[in-house]
């Protein structure tokens, strides 16, 4: 069989090493369904080995002053920029997301990621407090790493979401055992290899491959002392629910089904694109996105014309080209997966097809074979449609339309999700008072989807459990020691003078 790219083996002690499971799987192009290369599956004593070399780096590094670290992370985040392209060819053939995304967003934000840390460490960043209790008695904290940690992928930002996860790890002075998602795992080894050409010591960050047998294995193991977790609500329950029995720090990037709520005095243009940006940009495979969009009563038709024109702007096509602006579906399962919920809005709900469905996009000969979808928009959507309840993750927009503003936002919070919301309207003093009482984590006005390194980011309720990125970010890398110092020279006691 025909691999256009060779075979990745896992990434520990600062070098390539065979796996010893004697297992492969394939990683496959989704734009045109062939494979693209063989990657070796991690065995359990893989993963310890690995595990192994990130807890014997762990001292050492932990110790490097934090100027230092910070130099090696400014280092690494200058190689990402220069191999930009490169790597952002490799994440489309990878994902099937369009080079024109790949290029100027996923390994741009990474490395802004990087650099936003290492110049947090080297400014000083990581100081604790002090506090004067009385006269001779002082607290201070030292804000002290945790130890080796785990990472877990999913596979729609792959080397995003590994840098957004190593960056404060590393900074912070932890080390790392990575697992990127079994559909999406070549940036894995790229990433290990650019971090030790920057200086990283070896076993500081570690990758192994393989599917979810090999992340529980991982995230269940007694020297990991966090898990950091990106993928569906319910996977994330189950890793969150082993660390936590194992007293493991957690943080869960997990999915939603946000809200955007469009006032009746929104400025148009911007309410359709707002929406388009949250629905399709990456084949709608964006966590964030705002696929329940509630419009006023009497703009639905003025909306919904107005997107129906913009809609055929959308281009699908070889991911590669610079025309293209839409990819195909990541995996086989996950256009399955996308197709049965369409079909399921046309045939059980009964909602509204407005444009897009099952109809597989035209498409040239050597991509037929691709996991490509329509952009596909359902009106007159109800809130107890199955489509309007759970999560995609594909490029299906539902239009909801509403009466009052209070209406809106309390059918906005109606979910168990809590990941993002946002507000579209020219009245400044509304939009605050929408946002404040939207129940997520990441909210926007008059915008979707940017996520710049100093915005923490993270969902609410069952989208998940702490938060990435800024001032906050680094915390949830790190554990805090409290010290009460005496000078008094009359230590406590219980005994009579
Ligand atoms: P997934 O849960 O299927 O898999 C995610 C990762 O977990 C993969 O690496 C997988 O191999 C691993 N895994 C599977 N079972 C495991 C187990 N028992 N223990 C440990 N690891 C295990 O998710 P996915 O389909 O790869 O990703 C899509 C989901 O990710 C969507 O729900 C999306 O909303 C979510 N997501 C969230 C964010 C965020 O920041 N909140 C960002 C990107 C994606």
Known sequence: MFFSLPLRQLYYDGQVHAASSGKTFQTINPATATPLANIQVASNSDADTAIAAADRAFPSWSQTPAISRARILQKAAAILRERNDEIARIETLDSGKAFTETSTVDVET???????????????????????????VWV??????????AGIGAWNYPIQIALWKSAPCLAAGNTMVYKPSEFTPLHGQILAEIYTEAGLPAGVFNVINGAGDVGAYLTSH?????VSFTGQVVTGQKVAGSAAGNMKYVTMELGGKSPLIVLPDADLENAVDGAMMANFYSTGQVC???????????????????????????????????????GPLSSASHHEKVLSYIRYGIETDRATLLCGGLEKPTMPQSLQAGYWVKPTVFTDCTDSMRIVKEE????????LSYDTVEEAVQRANATEFGLAAGVFTKDLNQAHRVIDQLQSGITWINTWGESPAEMAVGGWKKSG???????RGIEAWLQNKSTLVDMSGVGATFLPS
Request: charge should be positive; glycine fraction near 12%; charged fraction near 25%.
């Open 110 to 136: 990474g490395a802004d990621v990087l650099e936003y840390y290492a110049n947090f460490i080297g400014s000083g960043g990581l100081k604790g407090e002090t506090i004067q209790v009385r006269e001779d």
């Open 140 to 149: 201070y904290t030292k804000k002290a790493p945790l130890g080796v940690c």
């Open 222 to 226: 007694p020297t990991i002392s966090k």
């Open 288 to 326: 964030t996105n705002g696929t329940r969009v509630f419009i006023p009563r009497s703009m639905k038709t003025t909306f919904e014309n107005r997107l129906l024109e913009k809609i055929p702007f959308m281009r699908s096509g070889p991911p590669l080209d610079e025309q293209t602006n839409f």
């Open 392 to 399: 995609i993750f594909g490029p299906v927009m539902c239009v």
């Open 465 to 471: 459990l702490g938060v990435e990125n800024g001032r």
